[in-house]
Structure formats: C-alpha cells, structure tokens
C-alpha cells in the first residue's frame, strides 16, 4: 500500500519560533490534506491542497503542495502555546482511501 | 449541527466481550469511515462505507465487523474483544470518496481491554 513518511516525529520549540514538518509519499497524490489532533480530540481539517505546487495559508499556518506531488510541507509562524497538538498529513488519488503519516507531536514552550 | 459523534467516549472490556461502537453524523454525508489510532502508528483504516447498506474493508479489518443500515448511523462492532484491540477509535465522515474530499473526525471512543 502506499506508505507516507511524516517528519520530525515530534518538536519541542519555544514559544515565538517558527516550525516546519514535511510528509514524503511513495506514490502521486493529488490531494494533500493537513490535520491537528489536540490532546483528547479528533483530528481538525486545517488546511486542504489539490494543485502541485498550490500554496495555502490559514491564519499562522501555510502549507504547499510539493512539485513533484510526492510530498507536501507545513509552516507555523510564530507559535504559541495553543499550537500544540500532534500535526497529521494525509494523501489521496482518485478514489483511493486517506493515507494518513503517523504525525509530528509539537510541544511548545511558554 | 453536531457533526460527527461517537458513542460511549470511554469503554473498559475483558477478553473475549463484545461491544457495540455507535458512530452518527447529521451532515448527510455518503461516506463514513472506521480508523484505530495507536500510539506512533498514526491513523490506520479499519472499515469504511460509501452508502448505506454498503461496507468495505480497509488497512486492518481483522476482529472487526461494521453496518450501515442507516446512512446518518455506522457501528463498529468487536465480536470477541482482544487486547491488541486496546486503541483509541475515531470515525469520521465525508460527502465523497474523490481526492480532495475532506474528512470529518468525531471525538474518539478510548476502549481499553483488559
């Protein structure tokens, strides 16, 4: 099955810096979805990508849909406390069911 | 509009007892899925449906059966629980299957076999 490789696993930064975390795929998506887990909850659509190259922007956060369609990155500027949770990319083609990375754990410091 | 919503939020079995998870959403969507999460694993698929009366297996259905005999409702059942089935459960909800359709998450079942 296609396999997503999500990295860094988890991230501890101070509060005010900027993070990065990028999901790699093993095959072509077209779709590339970012989703945040706070502690106890589901998972949150955050932000959604359908175009190589597409760019998107949600508040502090920005995420860009790779060129080569095998990959995809997130950006938080300036974080806050509020920010953490566990950040999960996720990929689809065609009809083909979400596969989910196995997700970047930020904590953040005051 | 509540959304998606899952019941119970909390559940304690013993080996070999079965139970019953209700998953209902009220956005009309015709999707609905099953997903384990486990720690380091991230979000794994255990079944889906692409309608009602429709189910179909996803990356780990083994132990697991599903029906969707309403299209709000899809139930996730464990016939003989075991404790690898020991995870926190998520059902979600879309209105198609088609890439760059999203997926809608309730708030999780933690299940806990003993």
């Known amino acids: 099955g296609q396999q997503l490789n999500q990295s860094p696993q988890s991230m501890f930064i101070q509060e005010g810096e900027d993070v990065s975390m990028n999901c790699t795929s093993s095959?072509?998506?077209?779709?590339w979805l970012w989703y945040k887990q706070d502690p106890g909850e589901g998972p949150v659509l955050l932000i959604a990508?359908?175009?190589?190259?597409e760019l998107t922007s949600n508040g502090r956060l920005t995420a860009q849909f790779g060129i080569t369609r095998k990959d995809s990155f997130l950006n938080i500027s300036a974080s806050i406390p509020s920010d953490v949770g566990i950040y999960f990319c996720?990929?689809?083609?065609?009809?083909?069911?979400?596969?989910f990375g196995k997700g970047t754990m930020l904590l953040v410091s005051p | 509009n509540a959304g998606v919503t899952q019941t119970p939020k909390f559940r304690v079995l013993k080996t070999g007892q079965s139970m019953t998870l209700l998953c209902a959403q009220d956005?009309?969507?015709?999707?609905m899925y099953w997903y384990r999460q486990d720690p380091g694993m991230g979000l794994r698929l255990i079944h889906y449906?692409?309608?009602?009366?429709?189910?179909a297996k996803g990356e780990v259905p083994d132990g697991y059966n599903v029906s969707r005999l309403k299209k709000q409702n899809f139930l996730l059942g464990l016939e003989s629980a075991a404790p690898s089935q020991t995870s926190v459960y998520f059902c979600?909800?879309?209105?198609?299957?088609?890439?760059?359709?999203?997926?809608?998450f309730g708030p999780g079942t933690r299940l806990t076999v003993t």
């Open positions: 979600a909800s879309s209105y198609s299957r088609r890439a760059g359709t999203k997926q809608y």
């Open positions: 095959s072509i998506f077209n779709t």
């Open positions: 990508l359908y175009k190589a190259g």
């Open positions: 996720a990929g689809s083609s065609g009809y083909s069911t979400l596969t």
């Open positions: 956005m009309n969507h015709e999707y």
């Open positions: 449906s692409v309608g009602e009366g429709t189910t």
